[in-house]
């Protein structure tokens, strides 16, 4: 998933490159996928968005 990541921010790196830096760089790099299951927030100029 990071190589994947990777390729879309940085399309010009090519993918042995990106694999020898988080070969090395490993220990050091957390990726975490975040699910968000609710969203709220309040209803202010509503009648900007919803007609």
Known sequence: MTVKLSE???????????????????????????EISEITGKGRNKHLYFK
Do not use: C, G, N, R
């Open 8 to 34: 879309t921010q940085f399309p010009m790196a090519e993918k042995k490159s990106i694999e020898e830096v988080y070969d090395s760089a490993h220990k050091f790099i957390d990726l975490w996928e975040i």
